[in-house]
């Protein structure tokens, strides 16, 4: 923050979120791959806030681990709200985990896509001596806080919508739910709430009025985007947020060159970083964090997980490509698909081709290899040049350990051979369509390890009974 004022950050995230129907707190349900308050933590961090402190209650045996470190770098820090008796009381429970010295930044865990620019303007109409609201005009305004002004412009209260008159419920400013406050005035206004409203609860939004009575400004910065201030209350707002945050994403991505064949049709759950001259085709999923480099094309129906893609690679339709943790790494120029799957610790070299309903998984494939159709590679290191065949598979399990298989460089492996790890084949090697291979072939040989053919002639097949 600038002027060197801490922010501390108070998270709302105590509710119970009855219409989303379902046992998972809330704030946990997840939009663009993230959980809803991961988002509002993340927005804290940008905005370089001293601390967070999230205020849970209804689930917070769940939600409590799930954020502790969602946000590396963030200080995080939890206060209980039980029971629940409204927005003033949440914030009251923060009050000791805040210092006098900051600016209080209120946020809801289950508004996931304020943008930081907009924390900061708001943090900046604040300036360590003011209250500051975000507020926002809406067409239809029913069901939030309304800014009451005096003729001059100044904010003199919010009135909740239960509580407004015919007249304050025709006002179209409405109050977004975020604020920020110098803590130490904070401290004294929330000693001053009580709960006599209609719903019997004690709420944040009282501190205008106690703003305006000790003589204090009271700012709004306006903003006319309501995405960033949308909340999510049911599934149904929780879809419609989604494809608001995948159009914004999609937008941005366009804006920096990438060719998307349908923006409404894209999805990213993480984090996706593309080179100059992508192609992505329709219904795309992308997860995790990917990679992808100059001219990558990516066919329709494909899901990409934690993978680097590098560059000229195509990715053909409905390929399934997830590296957890270990990572899935395609190399320039490479051919992956249609139906194809590269699980954790694939790694393809450059022209390397992967075809239809070839698996690879915790593999090796070094410079123009080929597994062109119905394949198995698992745990396996393939040189350059491999031509391996379709049906073949490597036998890496023998149902305690995993093995290894090596296939040294331009080995031609026939159709519907068994590789039974761990194994080595020679370098030029040959081995013969049906094989099971068992033991290591030497270089440049023809190995063959199958029943010997045999025909019966004039052999009537079986006749059925009756």
């Known amino acids: 923050m600038s002027q060197g004022v801490n922010v501390d950050v108070v998270v709302m995230a105590a509710g119970k979120g009855t219409r989303m129907k379902s046992a998972r707190p809330k704030v946990l349900h997840r939009l663009g791959g993230r959980a809803l308050a991961v988002h509002v933590l993340d927005c804290a961090a940008r905005i370089s806030a001293r601390q967070a402190v999230v205020i849970t209650g209804h689930g917070a045996d769940q939600v409590e681990p799930a954020l502790a470190h969602a946000v590396p770098g963030l200080p995080l820090r939890f206060a209980r709200q039980e029971p629940q008796l409204g927005t003033g009381h949440a914030v009251q429970q923060a009050l000791p985990l805040l210092a006098d010295d900051g600016v209080t930044l209120v946020l809801s865990g289950d508004v996931p896509l304020t943008q930081p620019d907009t924390l900061l303007a708001l943090l900046r109409a604040c300036d360590g001596q003011h209250l500051a609201l975000l507020t926002l005009d809406l067409p239809d305004p029913t069901g939030y806080g309304r800014i009451v002004r005096n003729a001059a412009g100044d904010v003199l209260a919010i009135v909740e919508h239960k509580d407004a008159s015919e007249a304050q419920r025709a006002i179209g400013e409405i109050y977004s739910g975020i604020m920020a406050v110098p803590t130490r005035l904070l401290r004294g206004w929330l000693a001053r709430l009580d709960n006599q409203n209609a719903q019997g609860e004690y709420y944040l939004t009282d501190v205008v009025k106690f703003a305006v009575a000790d003589g204090i400004t009271v700012k709004a910065h306006r903003i006319t985007d309501a995405v960033q201030v949308a909340g999510v209350n049911s599934p149904a707002q929780l879809a419609e947020l989604e494809r608001a945050h995948q159009r914004r994403l999609a937008e941005g991505h366009m804006a920096g060159g990438v060719r998307l064949a349908d923006p409404a049709r894209f999805d990213v759950r993480g984090e996706l970083v593309c080179g100059l001259d992508v192609e992505i085709d329709v219904n795309c999923v992308f997860e995790g964090r990917v990679l992808l480099g100059d001219g990558v094309r990516i066919g329709a129906n494909c899901v990409i997980a934690n993978a680097v893609i590098e560059d000229g ?90 093995h290894r298989t090596v296939i040294e460089a331009d080995v031609h492996v026939g159709s519907n051979c068994v590789l039974v790890a761990p194994v080595t084949l020679g370098a030029g090697g040959t081995v013969g369509g049906g094989s099971t291979i068992t033991k290591d072939t030497p270089p440049g040989a023809l190995s063959v390890a199958r029943g010997k053919q045999v025909s019966i002639p004039n052999w009537s097949r079986p006749q059925k009974k009756g």
Do not use: C, M, Q, W
């Open 313 to 402: 690679a195509v990715i053909h339709p409905f390929t399934h490509i997830d590296g957890e943790k270990a990572g899935v790494t395609v190399g320039t120029g490479a051919l992956v698909g249609p139906f194809a799957r590269l699980r954790p610790g694939a790694r393809l070299g450059a022209e390397v081709h992967i075809g239809n309903f070839v698996e690879v998984k915790n593999s090796t494939l070094a410079a123009g290899a080929k597994a062109n159709h119905l394949a198995y590679l698992g745990d396996a290191t393939v040189g350059e040049r491999v031509n391996y065949g379709a049906g073949s598979i490597t036998a890496n399990y023998d149902g305690a350990n995993k």
